[in-house]
């Protein structure tokens, strides 16, 4: 694709971006406010020849791109809240088996069926822990929709460097607004493509067995090679062990192969940080409002300054507590009941001075909002 200028949705963007990291096999079912991710390989994918499958659930979709996946394709699925709770077990499997594939998670207000049309960042918790067992897992987010384009491709790349599941931690704002956004070249951005064994058909492949550099290369299922599939713990063979020495070892991989490469996987973006007493910390739709607050305040001889979060899980907490290590206070801001604020106060050396911005009404969160959480914090001189 040439480089070229549109003007479309979010999930339109991401949809895109996922055919440029080369996507080959999607599917999905249908759910709001993500819908128009499927809507749009729906049309786009047959006629590049790539192949597109509405599922019967949300189950079914996360179990067929875990199968696509396993036999050469970069895979990928959409959802929202209730499906992606649906999806858990499946994604549990694809974490324990090592299985790159990415699943887009559009939230909206929850619990339950909650607000299926309005915006809300109530998921980042659930794409952390909502599978059962220790883990890791990435999850990337943007605030825009140049942004949203680079960290999809990124999700894809960290995918199949790292034999895992990733997240895209995207909203309802970001899904269904639009705006400009540059088609890059084809050759502009990275694409890493799939790792496959040099090891000949008729030797023993070990399928769990990693480089020196920790990547794990990968056979076609059905092809060359025969190997196990499991999400039980496994030997190197991918057969289930309950060896001591052997669970050990496979559960600190799976766990050290991402939070060891925290540096590799954090993306982020900082504004005026350099002289700044307040500083805002945000991520997705939420940091729009943010940014906006930064620079009003800013010209008004205030020092503030905005650390926007495009990677939330695994949380870069060495990142936050290096950037708001000189502020005065630190306000969080999101919309939810407080999620991501959590970890930065568990990252800087004064929690008493972080505070929460948030809305959780279904209403997008607004400057004003955010001012006035900062005029209470001037208020009480705290």
């Known amino acids: 694709m040439s480089e070229k200028t549109?003007?479309?949705?979010?999930?339109?963007?991401?949809?895109e971006a996922a055919l440029y990291a080369g996507v080959g096999f999607y599917a999905g079912y249908p759910i709001t406010p993500s819908s128009e991710?499927?809507?749009?390989?729906?049309?786009?994918?047959?006629?590049?020849?790539?192949?597109f499958l509405q599922m019967e659930d949300e189950i079914a979709s996360m179990a067929a791109?875990?199968?696509?996946?396993?036999?050469?394709h970069k895979a990928m699925t959409a959802t929202s809240g209730p499906g992606f709770s649906l999806m858990q077990e499946t994604l549990g499997f694809a974490i324990m088996a090592e299985i790159p594939c990415v699943i887009a998670n559009v939230q909206r207000g929850g619990?339950?069926?909650?607000?299926?049309?309005?915006?809300?960042?109530?998921?980042?918790?659930?794409?952390?822990?909502?599978?059962?067992?220790?883990?890791a897992?990435?999850?990337?987010?943007?605030?825009?929709?140049q942004d949203l384009f680079e960290i999809t491709v990124d999700a894809f790349n960290m995918a199949e460097t790292?034999?895992?599941?990733?997240?895209?931690?995207?909203?309802?704002?970001?899904?269904?607004?639009?705006?400009?956004?540059?088609?890059?070249?084809?050759?502009?951005?990275?694409?890493?493509?799939?790792?496959?064994?040099?090891?000949?058909?008729?030797?023993?492949?070990?399928?769990?067995?990693?480089?020196?550099?920790?990547?794990?290369?990968?056979s076609d299922f059905g092809d060359k090679h025969r190997y196990n599939v499991t999400g039980l713990y496994h030997n190197m063979w991918g057969f289930p062990t309950t060896n001591p020495d052997v669970i050990n070892t496979l559960i600190h991989h799976l766990i050290d192969?991402?939070?060891?490469?925290?540096?590799?996987?954090?993306?982020?973006?900082?504004?005026?940080?350099?002289?700044?007493?307040?500083?805002?910390?945000?991520y997705g739709c939420s940091a729009r409002s943010a940014l906006h607050t930064v620079k009003n305040r800013r010209q008004r001889g205030m020092k503030i300054g905005l650390l926007e979060l495009q990677t939330l899980w695994p949380f870069p907490a060495g990142l936050v507590r290096e950037k708001c290590s000189a502020a005065e206070y630190v306000v969080v801001v999101e919309m939810n009941m407080g999620q991501v604020v959590h970890e930065v106060k568990r990252a800087v050396d004064r929690p008493e001075r972080v505070f929460l911005a948030n809305r959780v009404d279904g209403e997008f969160i607004t400057p004003t909002n955010i001012k006035n959480v900062l005029r209470v914090i001037a208020g009480r001189g705290v």
């Open 65 to 72: 791109i875990i199968g696509a996946s396993l036999t050469g």
């Open 6 to 15: 549109v003007f479309v949705q979010g999930n339109e963007v991401c949809a």
């Open 111 to 135: 619990p339950s069926t909650g607000l299926p049309t309005q915006a809300a960042q109530s998921d980042i918790y659930q794409a952390r822990w909502g599978t059962h067992g220790d883990h």
């Open 137 to 145: 897992i990435i999850a990337l987010t943007a605030s825009n929709h």
């Open 162 to 218: 790292y034999r895992t599941p990733v997240v895209l931690l995207l909203d309802e704002a970001i899904g269904h607004l639009r705006e400009k956004v540059q088609i890059p070249n084809q050759d502009e951005l990275e694409v890493v493509k799939r790792l496959r064994t040099a090891v000949p058909d008729g030797v023993d492949y070990h399928p769990y067995l990693p480089r020196e550099d920790g990547r794990l290369p990968m």
């Open 37 to 51: 991710i499927m809507e749009h390989m729906s049309r786009r994918m047959p006629a590049l020849g790539l192949t």
């Open 257 to 282: 192969k991402i939070e060891n490469n925290l540096h590799q996987v954090t993306r982020y973006k900082e504004y005026f940080l350099d002289d700044a007493e307040y500083i805002l910390v945000s």
